[in-house]
């Protein structure tokens, strides 16, 4: 069957093994000096692991893989401990994976494994989780009212430049001479209310996403690019809270030590509400 399925990219991992005890599924191990997936049986597709590689050499792909089997992870995931268990079962519940989850439950119940439902249910999303895909419903939580009068005229953009993905962009474009870039996460824009005013007025702007876009190698050169031959003066890295987000900071980091130019790299962490929670220069 073809379904997702995570893919290490062999010439960028360097074998750190920070990725292995993040899949809580053991379907990676570290097999001479490198990170390897030794089971489709073992990878659910979703993710976990990517946030946790500092060299991006994790990504998604899709393509023909046994079926995931949730009854065999439980199996192979028994022996590792009660915390182990807990953490595997709150990944898939952060992933609103529930017919996965109930057979976990299921299996450990026809095994006289006792785990409360209701802790796997009611618990914070953990460390090791993917929280960058998890389901968050902000509808729950009160909005603060703007009264905007829809007779106002509409609040102009800030926006200098198209195209504005990262992929699309051409580095040596004029607006890139000389200019004060942003490069932000794809989702950062829709978290904050004020983004154009705050991040993007005065800035040419590219957008990419580290966990889903594919040959971010070509994002490394193109920002290195910029920086050496358009010669940009800055880059604010403007990200999202999650920890897959931290590839993008990474990326910049590795373009300017490639390009030979230090120019000023600022990082700004974001809420999944759009409040700024960190924020300083690299």
Same mark, same amino acid.
């Given at each position: 069957?073809?379904?997702? %399925?995570?893919?290490?990219?062999?010439?960028?991992?360097?074998?750190?093994?920070?990725?292995?005890?993040?899949?809580?599924?053991?379907?990676?191990?570290? %097999?001479?000096?490198?990170?390897?997936?030794?089971?489709?049986?073992?990878?659910?597709?979703?993710?976990? =692991?990517?946030?946790? =590689?500092?060299?991006?050499?994790?990504?998604?792909?899709?393509?023909?893989? !046994?079926?995931?089997?949730?009854? *065999?992870?439980?199996?192979?995931?028994?022996?590792?401990?009660?915390?182990?268990?807990?953490?595997?079962?709150?990944?898939?519940?952060?992933?609103?994976? #529930?017919?996965?989850?109930?057979?976990? %439950?299921?299996?450990? *119940?026809?095994?006289?494994? $006792?785990?409360?439902?209701? &802790?796997? #249910?009611?618990?914070?999303?953990?460390?090791?989780?993917?929280?960058?895909?998890?389901?968050?419903?902000?509808?729950?939580?009160?909005?603060?009212?703007?009264?905007?009068? /829809?007779?106002?005229?509409?609040?102009?953009?800030?926006?200098?430049?198209?195209?504005?993905?990262?992929?699309?962009?051409?580095?040596?474009?004029?607006?890139?001479? @000389?200019?004060?870039?942003?490069?932000?996460?794809? =989702?950062?824009?829709?978290?904050?209310?004020?983004?154009?005013?705050?991040?993007?007025?005065? &800035? +040419?702007?590219?957008?990419?996403?580290? *966990?889903?876009? +594919?040959?971010? !190698?070509?994002?490394?050169?193109?920002? +290195?690019?910029?920086? /050496?031959?358009?010669?940009?003066?800055?880059?604010?890295?403007?990200? $999202?809270?999650?920890? =897959?987000?931290?590839?993008?900071?990474?990326? /910049?980091? #590795?373009?300017?030590? @490639? +390009?030979?130019?230090?120019?000023?790299? &600022?990082?700004?962490?974001?809420?999944?509400?759009?409040?700024? %929670?960190?924020? !300083?220069? #690299?």
């Amino acid at each position: 069957m073809k379904r997702k %399925i995570i893919q290490i990219d062999e010439e960028k991992c360097t074998g750190c093994g920070l990725c292995i005890p993040n899949c809580h599924e053991g379907a990676m191990q570290l %097999i001479d000096g490198k990170a390897r997936l030794i089971s489709d049986l073992f990878c659910d597709g979703l993710g976990a =692991c990517i946030g946790h =590689c500092p060299e991006g050499a994790i990504e998604i792909i899709e393509r023909e893989a !046994e079926p995931y089997d949730e009854r *065999k992870v439980m199996e192979a995931m028994i022996p590792k401990g009660r915390n182990t268990i807990m953490a595997h079962l709150d990944h898939l519940r952060d992933h609103n994976e #529930t017919e996965f989850l109930q057979q976990a %439950i299921n299996y450990l *119940k026809e095994n006289n494994i $006792m785990i409360n439902p209701e &802790k796997i #249910t009611d618990a914070p999303h953990g460390e090791c989780g993917c929280p960058g895909s998890a389901a968050r419903d902000f509808n729950a939580e009160p909005a603060v009212e703007t009264h905007r009068n /829809a007779s106002l005229p509409a609040v102009p953009s800030q926006l200098r430049q198209w195209p504005v993905q990262l992929h699309l962009l051409n580095p040596q474009a004029s607006y890139f001479k @000389n200019a004060d870039v942003l490069l932000a996460a794809d =989702c950062a824009a829709f978290a904050m209310g004020n983004f154009h005013d705050r991040f993007l007025k005065g &800035k +040419s702007l590219a957008i990419a996403c580290p *966990k889903l876009d +594919s040959n971010k !190698e070509s994002y490394i050169q193109k920002l +290195s690019s910029m920086i /050496a031959d358009t010669k940009i003066n800055s880059l604010t890295v403007v990200m $999202m809270e999650v920890p =897959c987000c931290g590839g993008l900071l990474h990326m /910049a980091q #590795t373009a300017r030590s @490639n +390009s030979g130019r230090n120019i000023p790299i &600022k990082q700004t962490i974001v809420s999944l509400q759009g409040e700024v %929670i960190e924020e !300083e220069w #690299t």
